[in-house]
């Protein structure tokens, strides 16, 4: 399942509701299935990744276009771009040779998305039926799209390898 741009799913859902758990549990599930899964996170406040003191972000912090943090199991890089912007060639620049990118949050993207929705924190979906690849849900809703329990990860994950089966075709 290889390629130079990977399919992207958005996870999306309104703030609070789980995103970032959702996908830290659904990321050891697909990874079982053999994917190489990406995840890129939608960052909308404009306070640093990175963390105040440490070398790259002074470095950063000092007017670097770009900062490398190499290390003997990890990279970070730091670009000065808006990468809200044109979060195509983000993907094809970071994660060319994955199977699967995950994006967190992106609602207003044009990629395919599966919502996490929690009864208690909104009786509304965020996203239009038309949107949404399938919903993770604590409640069963009237839509005409696959739903999953939020607690069964390992259908959510067995549905996504399906779906790139079926894209890949």
């Not at 690849?133 to 390898?161: G, K, S, W």
């Amino acid at each position: 399942m290889n390629r130079t741009v990977p399919p992207v799913i958005s996870i999306v859902a309104k703030s609070g509701t789980g995103k970032t758990t959702f996908i830290e549990k659904l990321i050891p599930h697909l990874k079982t299935r053999g994917l190489r899964v990406g995840v890129l996170k939608h960052h909308s406040h404009n306070t640093p990744f990175d963390t105040p003191g440490k070398d790259t972000y002074r470095h950063f912090q000092a007017g670097a276009d770009v900062v490398v943090g190499a290390s003997a199991v990890q990279v970070a890089v730091f670009r000065r771009e808006n990468g809200a912007a044109d979060l195509d060639a983000v993907i094809r620049r970071e994660f060319a040779g994955l199977d699967l990118v995950l994006t967190e949050g992106f609602k207003r993207g044009s990629y395919p998305k599966i919502e996490v929705h929690r009864a208690e924190r909104s009786a509304d979906l965020l996203c239009s039926e038309e949107e949404l690849l399938a919903v993770a849900t604590d409640e069963r809703l009237e839509l005409n799209v696959p739903q999953f329990d939020l607690d069964d990860i390992e259908a959510v994950a067995d549905f996504i390898l399906s779906w790139l089966r079926s894209a890949t075709r």
